[in-house]
């Protein structure tokens, strides 16, 4: 079971997909002790993986002693975060905090372009040197992409690129318009795009070592399945299944981009909420409505539940972006 926790809404960037919409750090975001507390109550609801997102996570000064915690509690504590900010002394200070690998954005092999969609010039360089640091102070690092249409021809090239960097993965998100994402919904990528990357990405993971992972992209394990590909993945949309997110100020969601509140942990202990919040007790039903409700690959795939709420105004509704019709094998 994977907790993220956007440990603050304070960024160094302007990225214009960001769900949080990420920059200024809020008034009320969770304390030190407040955190301590998130923890325990994250290991005593049974989850083992726990991501440290933002914002910018390094921009947090008590960072490494709430990384240090968690592992202290039996957590496994990872990063998410745009890398611009680690240098060697962040990389060494992070590996002896406990962090057990990064997951680090690059969006393009463009510098100009990736730059661009984050907002500020010399992104691309500063987030390569943070990969180059943590390679050196044995961080474990994975590429996270996001794909849409500026860099939908040119996903591979990424792939090879964190291979020769030395990553271990390289996690591709697909577009879920949410948060400033929702002002750039028509760069996302639409069925027949989604179908054929994610054939692609499949092929591709044949010729490389490092994992390759579709995210917010379900379907992946359907087409696995049609194409005869075994993966170590067995679901596709995990949003209050074996996933949810806490934000900066204590918000509980079922996803990053599913902005529904399942409670504050201010006010009712996280794995009360993790147990009884009524938006995960609908979403553990798997009654999907429309297509996914009657598609054979409900068990494995489940659909974006984010993006049926976005398009349709119900996340238990049908995924937007998935060619499949039930009983189709072609």
């Not at 690059?106 to 984050?118: E, G, N, T, V």
């Not at 961080?139 to 794909?147: D, E, L, N, S």
């Not at 070592?209 to 596709?236: D, V, Y």
């Not at 993790?274 to 795939?301: H, K, M, P, S």
Request: charged share 25%.
């Amino acid at each position: 079971m994977i907790v993220s926790w956007n440990t603050t809404n304070e960024c160094n960037l302007k990225c214009a997909h960001c769900y949080r919409d990420a920059g200024a750090k809020k008034a009320e975001e969770l304390s030190a002790e407040e955190g301590r507390v998130l923890i325990d109550e994250i290991a005593r609801a049974g989850f083992k993986i726990m991501i440290f997102s933002g914002g910018e996570p390094i921009m947090r000064e008590d960072l490494y002693e709430l990384v240090s915690y968690a592992r202290e509690r039996g957590l496994r504590p990872v990063l998410g975060t745009n890398g611009t900010l680690i240098t060697p002394d962040v990389a060494r200070r992070l590996k002896e905090a406990g962090v057990m690998a990064a997951g680090i954005s690059l969006d393009s092999m463009d510098r100009k372009a990736h730059d661009d969609l984050r907002g500020v010039q010399g992104s691309w360089e500063a987030a390569v040197d943070g990969m180059r640091a943590c390679r050196e102070s044995g961080v474990g690092f994975q590429v996270h992409t996001t794909v849409m249409d500026f860099n939908y021809g040119e996903v591979e090239d990424i792939t090879d690129f964190a291979l020769s960097i030395g990553a271990q993965a390289h996690h591709v998100f697909f577009l879920v318009p949410t948060g400033r994402a929702a002002d750039i919904a028509e760069a996302s990528i639409k069925a027949e795009q989604y179908e054929r990357l994610l054939r692609r990405l499949l092929e591709k993971q044949k010729q490389v070592p490092l994992e390759i992972k579709p995210t917010c992209a379900p379907q992946f394990l359907r087409i696995a399945k049609q194409m005869g590909i075994k993966t170590r993945f067995t679901r596709g949309c995990l949003a209050g299944l074996s996933y949810c997110l806490i934000n900066p100020v204590g918000i509980v969601q079922a996803c990053a981009y599913l902005d529904i509140p399942a409670g504050s942990v201010r006010e009712t202990p996280f794995s009360t909420i993790w147990r009884e919040a009524d938006v995960f007790a609908r979403l553990r039903t798997r009654e999907y409505t429309g297509r996914c409700g009657r598609c054979e690959y409900n068990d494995v795939c489940g659909g974006c539940r984010a993006r049926a709420l976005f398009y349709y105004g119900d996340y238990m509704g049908e995924e937007p972006w998935c060619l499949y019709r039930a009983g189709r094998r072609d």
